[in-house]
């Protein structure tokens, strides 16, 4: 968790997702960034449930991946010789939706 926050790309596509979702060609053109180095950002966000994604689908019928930041808040408390961390994370109603699909 650490390691992805303290990335300056990850960090960005955070704070941009956080206030609009955006596409990964959006996110590379904003940034000034290659499309891959996006991509692998996203991988990793997604992989801590940092980051959601929705499918958007354009009249012509091409589709793109949507990712919206789902991270609210990170507290990192100091107890005697341990680190913990808690995570708010921010519920979208799409994911729920997903989440009790995927459950059914």
Known sequence: MFAILDDEYARAILKLTNTQ???APQLAATLDIS??????????????????E????????????IYQARLDRVIVDLTDDQ??????????????FTDVWEGI
Do not use: C, K, W
């Open 35 to 52: 499309r891959p180095t996006v991509y692998r950002r996203i991988e990793q966000l997604q992989s801590l449930n940092l980051l959601s």
């Open 83 to 96: 680190f913990s961390i808690r995570i708010n994370r921010s519920d979208h109603p799409a994911d729920r």
């Open 21 to 23: 979702p955006m596409s």
């Open 54 to 65: 929705t499918t958007d689908i354009d009249a012509d019928g091409h589709h793109r991946g």
